[in-house]
């Protein structure tokens, strides 16, 4: 299991993806409104190859991305 942690300093509406390392989208984890505040979010990686993937968080003006390691 692994978390995702961000916090908002507005309501926003948040889209979490994760992407392979060739850039392709395999998983849409949210994309809905989130109240402001600091907010964590769960991600089971069950049935995903063991890798590196990137998790991509966009609010508003703001994206930040991440590289995450999945062991199998």
């Not at 392979?20 to 069950?46: I, K, M």
């Not at 609010?59 to 930040?64: D, L, P, T, V």
Request: aromatic share 16%; proline share 1%; no cysteine.
């Amino acid at each position: 299991m692994t978390h995702i942690s961000f916090m908002l300093p507005v309501d926003s509406k948040v889209r979490i993806a994760v992407y392979n390392l060739l850039g392709e989208e395999v998983v849409e984890l949210a994309n809905s409104e989130f109240v402001f505040g600091s907010h964590t979010f769960s991600f089971d990686a069950d049935g995903f190859t063991s890798g590196i993937y990137f998790y991509k968080v966009s609010a508003q003006n703001f994206i930040a991305i991440r590289k995450m390691i999945i062991l199998g």
